[in-house]
């Protein structure tokens, strides 16, 4: 027993110390530049390609300490992918987090296909050095000797970055930059500089740890990337960002964590780091040793010179957006026009449209739908979800349990239990997450998702595990005998689009959703006005799960199967991507990015099967620095512009006055 307990340390210290150096290089960057670099984990497994196919090329060819080369090289590859996404990209994206995190998944996106077009897509051992290859016997076990190599080098690297953060000059600058950006920068200290090296050096680590941890982690171009990255973020979190003695003894904690787990209790491993996580922040959220500092102080700053001073994101303010998407009072009396003609579009559709092109539709429409869920508290409410998919699977699910296991047909029933069920969940969790704000709660909503996910995959005897949940099953309206195929399917879809789109339109813009704006641009203010700010925020959220768990529903009833990757980090991404394309807080803005996304997902994947993820990616790019306040406000210009022409003296245009009342609401809200 005790030579068992012994084993199980070593493999939960030696997994602890990776933890800890894939880690170290985000918790420098999350700590200094408030920055979640979502392509940490795509370094890594680059890195980790290129130092792997170096060894072998070496070794091959008897070049001595092939090993160590191949260490050096990956360290550099990642600190060159480091400089390059720092200066070329994340520089001018600083004041913009939510820009930050779609960036860097579009650059997951490219890096991923790109060492897939490369290197294949079969994963890669990492080669053991020949001074390494041998092991001790503790009991019945050998441990190799490079576990041991690991623990050295990572309790090597966690004193050497030690004494560099809180004995240097350097390292005072950092954590100067750390605890209030504006003053360290009236000081002197060339930020831009500082916050370049911080990045390369993280990115370095990343490189450098990918060669000794790769055998642990596991190399490959699909999962690697996401998985470290969570990896990353979970550490960082527990241990506390900006903190080295954090970052080991958070990487410590859930390696031994891991290794206990998966000896005694190995149902229960998958689960380990979320629940550890959403543990730690509800108890400490600046992590168990986080350095004391106001982790929003320098959005803060930023947000006071956007003149936005809302929840935390400094995306395009929503009244700013509102107001440039606003239709011209010339046209207001045509308010309904642009959308008779969308709706009369897509209820000609299947007219001329091929059954695939109609089936393409009806999921343009669940992630239009999708997506404008999100726009309640992204868009309206400025609040950076990344776990959002979690509400769209469990509505998924949700309907397709009931159905398979309690044989109900009714649509109206299964409607009413996934919205009972959808707004629990969302209430349960939004009460949670709402005790965070800026990066926090981007972090821990993104941890719910990862966790409703990893049980979706493990508890195989309900959910159907990794393969998913097949049901098929067509809507009993009760009232109509319908002979459901693929265009009766589609109607049925648009109905029920249609009518949520009505009723979010609705509350938007009714005196609850102008107080979510209002939140948003200035809470205080808000307070000060007699408005219960943290339940405005906590209905929204929930509204926000009802209808995406409808729009999983939804796809549920289309496609018939649903599987863990819906309710995951790669699903989360998609309506934040969107949201950007078309343009936050209009509602319709999202559903045109929504179009775009689905199509050119598409038809990049007919045409360039094999690269369409490069293309996705390099769209996220293009989007971020391109079209960061959406194309909605152009398209509304447009309109107007035509309107002008058509109406140049204002005959026909029907132009309501404004109440008092609506007048002071608006001024409330603003």
């Given amino acids: 027993m005790f030579y068992q307990i012994l084993n199980i340390i070593i493999n939960g210290v030696s997994y602890g110390m990776v933890l800890f150096l894939i880690a170290t290089g985000m918790s420098l960057t999350m700590g200094l530049m408030r920055v979640v670099n979502m392509s940490h984990g795509a370094i890594y497994m680059f890195s980790g390609y290129v130092a792997v196919k170096t060894y072998t090329t070496l070794n091959s060819s008897g070049v001595p300490c092939a090993w160590l080369i191949a260490l050096l090289v990956g360290t550099l590859v990642g600190a060159g992918f480091g400089a390059l996404l720092e200066i070329g990209f994340l520089r001018r994206l600083y004041k913009y987090p939510t820009y930050q995190v779609l960036l860097t998944i579009g650059m997951i996106n490219i890096l991923n296909n ?21 092991g001790v016997w503790i009991g019945s076990t050998k441990v190799g000797y490079f576990r041991f190599f690991v623990i050295v080098v990572g309790l090597v690297l966690a004193v050497l970055l030690w004494l560099f953060q809180d004995k240097t000059r350097v390292g005072a600058q950092i954590r100067a930059g750390m605890d209030n950006r504006e003053i360290s920068s009236t000081l002197g200290i060339n930020n831009r500089l500082i916050f370049t090296g911080v990045f390369v050096l993280g990115s370095a680590i990343a490189g450098f740890s990918a060669l000794l941890g790769g055998s642990m982690t596991g190399l490959n171009t ?20 900006g903190s080295i003695q954090g970052a080991l003894l958070g990487g410590l904690i859930l390696g031994l964590a891991n290794s206990f787990l998966t000896v005694y209790l190995p149902n229960f491993t998958s689960f380990s780091f979320y629940a550890i996580l959403i543990i730690v922040l509800l108890i400490k959220p600046a992590g168990l040793l986080g350095r004391k500092m106001d982790v929003n102080k320098a959005i803060e700053a930023d947000l006071e010179k956007t003149g936005s001073k809302g929840f935390g994101d400094v995306m395009p303010r929503a009244e700013l957006t509102i107001t440039h998407s606003r239709m011209s009072p010339l046209l207001v009396g045509y308010r309904g026009f642009p959308w008779f003609i969308v709706v009369l579009f897509l209820a000609l559709c299947p007219l001329f449209f091929s059954n695939y092109n109609v089936s393409m539709m009806s999921k343009v429409l669940i992630y239009a739908l999708f997506a404008a869920s999100l726009d309640i508290v992204m868009g309206y409410g400025g609040m950076r979800s990344f776990g959002h998919a979690a509400f769209f699977g469990l509505g998924g699910y949700v309907m397709g349990l009931v159905a398979s296991f309690w044989g109900i047909k ?10 009972v069920f959808s707004a629990v969940a969302s209430a349960i969790i939004s009460y949670f997450t709402l005790k965070f704000s800026g990066t926090y709660f981007l972090i821990i909503t993104m941890a719910f998702g990862q966790l409703l996910s990893a049980i979706a995959e493990k508890w195989s005897g309900v959910t159907g595990g990794s393969d998913g949940l097949n049901v098929s099953i067509n809507p009993e309206l009760g009232f109509l005998n319908i002979k459901w195929g693929g265009t009766s399917r589609y109607y049925f879809v648009l109905i029920v689009t249609v009518i949520c789109f009505i009723l979010l339109k609705l509350i938007m813009r009714s005196s609850f959703g102008r107080s979510i704006v209002g939140v948003r641009e200035n809470e205080g203010r808000m307070r000060a006005l007699g408005y219960n700010t943290w339940l405005t925020k906590y209905v929204s ?26 309710l995951n980090l790669t699903t989360s991404a998609m309506p934040k991507i969107m949201l950007i394309l078309g343009g936050v807080a209009t509602l319709w803005g999202p559903a045109i990015g929504a179009a775009i996304i689905i199509f050119f997902q598409t038809y990049s994947g007919i045409l360039f ?27 509304m210009r447009l309109y107007n512009w035509a309107g002008h022409k058509l109406f140049p003296d204002g005959k026909g245009a029907a132009v309501p006055k404004r109440s008092n009342a609506s007048a002071n609401a608006g001024k409330e809200a603003k």
């Fill in 541 to 566: 959220c929930i509204l926000a799960g009802v209808f995406a768990g409808v729009a999983g529903m939804l796809y549920m009833y289309i496609y018939r199967t649903i599987n863990p990757t819906v």
């Fill in 114 to 134: 790109v060492a897939q077009w490369i290197w294949g897509g079969l994963p890669l051992s990492t080669p053991t050095p020949g001074f390494l290859s041998g």
């Fill in 222 to 241: 699909g999962s690697t990337s996401w998985n470290v990255l969570t990896y990353s973020i979970i550490v960082v979190i527990v241990g506390g960002a």
């Fill in 609 to 635: 099967s094999e690269r369409w993820m490069l293309l996705l990616g390099l769209l996220y790019v293009v989007c971020v620095l391109f079209l960061r306040g959406g194309i909605s406000p152009y398209l």
């Fill in 410 to 419: 009714s649509f109206w029933l299964l409607l009413i239990i996934v919205v």
